[in-house]
Nanobody
């Protein structure tokens, strides 16, 4: 079975840092992407960052570029999200998600992801 488990959430002051980790198992597709999404109160779910197993390419939503960094081992078994210079608007539940990519793949954050972790709360105070 496919499992994704997030960890590393917590509460920090604006300008602080957190490192989230996603431990995956059972998702054995050769072509795949692992992504981080977040959902804040009253807001729609937002794709934050993704990494592709095809070439290791990394993707970020504009709101976090320059502040967040995604990283992984080669098999995408463990995916991390280093979050620096956190802002109150980063407050959300952060989810790890996985999807298989076809041969004719496209922008990973545009996919509908099939598997999800339970989420981890990130709270940033002003």
């Amino acid at each position: 079975e496919v499992q994704l488990v997030e960890s590393g959430g917590g509460s920090v002051q604006a300008g602080g840092s957190l490192r989230l980790s996603c431990a995956t198992s059972g998702f054995t597709f050769d072509r795949k992407a692992i992504a981080w999404f977040r959902q804040a109160p009253g807001k729609e779910r937002e794709g934050v960052s993704a990494i592709s197993s095809i070439d290791g390419s990394k993707y970020y939503v504009n709101a976090v570029k320059g502040r967040f960094t995604i990283s992984s081992d080669d098999a995408l078994n463990t995916v991390n999200l280093q979050m620096n210079n956190l802002k109150p608007e980063d407050t959300a539940v952060y989810f790890c998600a996985a999807v298989a990519l076809g041969k004719e793949w496209y922008y990973p954050l545009a996919y509908t992801y099939d598997y999800w972790g339970q989420g981890t709360q990130v709270t940033v105070s002003a």
